[in-house]
């Protein structure tokens, strides 16, 4: 079997089983597109998915595939690039197939145990650099709580590191899940950044709260959060892609809002949230759920200054608060 064969193999086991493309679709996104319904007329992907799948098992870049369509396959590799096209039929996702995902132009390990980094959380990682630009302290802690494959926290830290040289800064994450903070650490070591983050295992903000009270007073308090909100009747009707994917990470209890009201009564009832000079929490939240949440958060601090920022399909998608 040639790549092109193989390519065309691929592909047409692939059509009409209604798999997701590989980027763009958003089980936490739009749930206008990426839920109801759409799983059996959802948007295809087949090329896409057999070429990653395929450049996957060969090792070489995508686009190396069409610079060499006669050259034949090993054996080994056309039986392994069918147990995995068998694999995306049954809706597995590409990122668990190939053990990889991009985000923020970097390379992310992911297995079952991690949601997949999904494109819009990247205005996460850009609306926590714009609020670090924007104000000028020396010290800046940064938490990342239930961080998954690490996505935010690293791809932050990173960043961070390179622009701010001048800043003290601590980076933290936190995860309950034990086998995706794995993950995260390796990922972290992955770029280098092992010995600059402080993970922990636990719930939300718990394992760190010690570690904040350690830093410098009057230092600037940076949480970001992509939490798990989607309401529990929404990731029960999810598409089968969806449920790959660890409820742990989607689930959000009955109103999508459960961890975000945890994390929101942690900081009203942490005594320590008083020798920070200025708190900010960002948010991703689904584009249905701000006025809930910002009911939510009045609720707690009621002189909370609110933000909402849309992602780049126009919807609602970032909350910035600041406390
Ligand atoms: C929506 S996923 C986000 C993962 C990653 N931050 C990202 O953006 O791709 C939510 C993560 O929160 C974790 N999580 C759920 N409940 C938690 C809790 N009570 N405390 C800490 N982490 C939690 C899940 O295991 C999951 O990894």
Same mark, same amino acid.
């Given at each position: 079997?040639?790549?092109?064969?193989?390519?065309?193999?691929?592909?047409?086991?692939?059509?009409?089983?209604?798999?997701?493309?590989?980027?763009?679709?958003?089980?936490?996104?739009?749930?206008?597109?990426?839920?109801?319904?759409?799983?059996?007329?959802?948007? *295809?992907?087949?090329?896409?998915?057999?070429? =990653?799948?395929?450049?996957?098992?060969?090792?070489?870049?995508?686009?190396?595939?069409?610079?060499?369509?006669?050259?034949?396959?090993?054996?080994?590799?056309?039986?392994?690039?069918?147990?995995?096209?068998?694999?995306?039929?049954?809706?597995?996702?590409?990122?668990?197939?190939?053990?990889?995902?991009?985000?923020?132009?970097? !390379?992310?390990?992911? *297995?079952?145990?991690?949601?997949?980094?999904?494109?819009?959380?990247?205005?996460?990682?850009?609306?926590?650099?714009?609020?670090?630009?924007?104000?000028?302290?020396?010290?800046?802690?940064? =938490? !990342?709580?239930?961080?998954?494959?690490?996505?935010?926290?690293?791809?932050?830290?990173?960043?961070?590191?390179?622009?701010?040289?001048?800043?003290?800064?601590?980076?933290?994450?936190?995860?309950?899940?034990?086998?995706?903070?794995? @993950?995260?650490?390796?990922?972290?070591?992955?770029?280098?950044?092992? *010995?600059?983050?402080?993970?922990?295992?636990?719930?939300?903000?718990?394992?760190?709260?010690?570690?904040?009270?350690?830093?410098?007073?009057?230092?600037?308090?940076?949480?970001?959060?992509?939490?798990?909100?989607?309401?529990?009747?929404?990731?029960?009707?999810?598409?089968? !892609?969806?449920?790959?994917?660890?409820?742990?990470?989607?689930?959000?209890?009955?109103?999508?809002?459960?961890?975000?009201?945890?994390?929101?009564?942690?900081?009203?009832?942490?005594?320590? @949230?008083?020798?920070?000079?200025?708190?900010?929490?960002?948010?991703?939240?689904?584009?249905?759920? =701000?006025?809930?949440?910002?009911?939510?958060?009045?609720?707690?601090?009621?002189?909370?200054?609110?933000?909402?920022?849309?992602?780049?399909?126009?919807? !609602?998608? =970032?909350?910035?608060?600041?406390?």
């Amino acid at each position: 079997m040639t790549i092109g064969e193989a390519l065309k193999w691929g592909i047409k086991k692939l059509t009409g089983s209604g798999v997701d493309p590989v980027r763009g679709r958003s089980p936490q996104g739009d749930r206008s597109t990426a839920f109801g319904g759409a799983a059996s007329n959802g948007v *295809d992907s087949p090329a896409l998915d057999a070429e =990653v799948i395929l450049a996957h098992v060969l090792g070489v870049p995508r686009a190396e595939l069409y610079i060499h369509p006669l050259t034949t396959l090993l054996p080994a590799e056309a039986a392994t690039y069918k147990i995995l096209i068998k694999r995306r039929f049954k809706r597995e996702p590409v990122a668990y197939i190939t053990g990889h995902k991009e985000f923020y132009g970097m !390379d992310f390990i992911v *297995d079952k145990s991690t949601l997949i980094p999904r494109p819009e959380t990247e205005m996460l990682v850009e609306e926590a650099l714009k609020a670090v630009k924007a104000r000028n302290t020396k010290t800046l802690c940064v =938490v !990342d709580v239930g961080t998954g494959s690490g996505c935010i926290i690293v791809s932050l830290t990173k960043i961070l590191n390179q622009i701010s040289r001048h800043k003290t800064l601590h980076f933290f994450a936190t995860e309950i899940s034990p086998q995706a903070l794995k @993950i995260a650490k390796l990922n972290a070591k992955r770029h280098s950044l092992a *010995d600059k983050i402080v993970f922990r295992k636990g719930y939300l903000l718990k394992p760190i709260l010690s570690n904040l009270e350690k830093t410098v007073p009057q230092s600037r308090l940076l949480i970001t959060a992509n939490l798990p909100y989607l309401p529990t009747a929404e990731w029960r009707r999810a598409m089968e !892609d969806v449920h790959y994917e660890p409820r742990q990470a989607l689930d959000g209890g009955k109103d999508g809002l459960e961890y975000y009201r945890h994390l929101f009564e942690q900081l009203k009832s942490w005594r320590g @949230i008083k020798k920070f000079a200025n708190v900010a929490v960002l948010a991703e939240i689904d584009p249905h759920q =701000v006025n809930e949440f910002t009911t939510l958060i009045k609720s707690f601090f009621s002189r909370a200054s609110l933000s909402i920022k849309k992602d780049l399909a126009s919807l !609602d998608r =970032v909350a910035i608060a600041v406390l």
